[in-house]
T-cell receptor, first 112, second 113 residues
Framework: RKEVEQDPGPFNVPEGATVAFNCTYSNSASQSFFWYRQDCRKEPKLLMSVYSSGNEDGRFTAQLNRASQYISLLIRDSKLSDSATYLCVVSPGGGATNKLIFGTGTLLAVQP | DGGITQSPKYLFRKEGQNVTLSCEQNLNHDAMYWYRQDPGQGLRLIYYSQIVNDFQKGDIAEGYSVSREKKESFPLTVTSAQKNPTAFYLC????????????FGDGTRLSIL
């Protein structure tokens, strides 16, 4: 089983739609969770951290479910500019390192 | 303007040649990382360093080498022993404490001639 698993998509949605991505992780001791956005042929950029209480940043909402070991990202009122690959990222924790485990990403294509 | 700079953006390697990818950061981060990304795969960790003059192997270190002589710089050498070097190489940095996110440079695309 992969340490971090995501549905690769693509998710094709019309502008204005609400879309949700899920991600599961295998290590129950994982401590930190992030969503990154990666545009085609570009570097990943931090979209948001994911906190136990859930957090929202404008049209984006992230949730963490530790019992079921999954993380979600909800995007409301999709824009054409939201088209990108969304990477689920988990920090396994433990020790003194800051190693991160990256999912393979979910591709979102927002259609006009 | 703080950030991470990778150079060159594109690099071509001949058979049997070593090439070095540059990564410089002015974010005052102690930790730096090198990843490789192949199509359809997640980022895979090659090497990382948490302090000057110290570094550790990641998951796919074979055929690569690094140095960390300065806090700001973490160059990666792709040696001739790396038989499949064509990939997108990403450098990142972070503070060390507390499971922090990493911030990336804009990458180097390496291809075989």
């Amino acid at each position: 089983r992969k340490e971090v698993e995501q549905d690769p998509g693509p998710f094709n949605v019309p502008e204005g739609a609400t879309v949700a991505f899920n991600c599961t992780y295998s290590n129950s001791a994982s401590q930190s969770f992030f969503w990154y956005r990666q545009d085609c042929r570009k570097e990943p950029k931090l979209l948001m951290s994911v906190y136990s209480s859930g957090n929202e940043d404008g049209r984006f909402t992230a949730q963490l479910n530790r019992a079921s070991q999954y993380i979600s990202l909800l995007i409301r009122d999709s824009k054409l500019s939201d088209s990108a690959t969304y990477l689920c990222v988990v920090s396994p924790g433990g020790g003194a390192t800051n190693k991160l485990i990256f999912g393979t990403g979910t591709l979102l294509a927002v259609q006009p | 303007d703080g950030g991470i700079t990778q150079s060159p953006k594109y690099l071509f390697r001949k058979e049997g040649q070593n090439v070095t990818l540059s990564c410089e950061q002015n974010l005052n981060h102690d930790a730096m990382y090198w990843y490789r990304q192949d199509p359809g795969q997640g980022l895979r960790l090659i090497y990382y360093s948490q302090i000057v003059n110290d570094f550790q192997k990641g998951d796919i270190a074979e055929g690569y080498s690094v140095s960390r002589e300065k806090k700001e710089s973490f160059p990666l050498t792709v040696t001739s022993a790396q038989k499949n070097p064509t990939a997108f190489y990403l450098c990142a940095s972070s503070i060390v404490q507390g499971n922090q996110p990493q911030h990336f440079g804009d990458g180097t695309r390496l291809s075989i001639l």
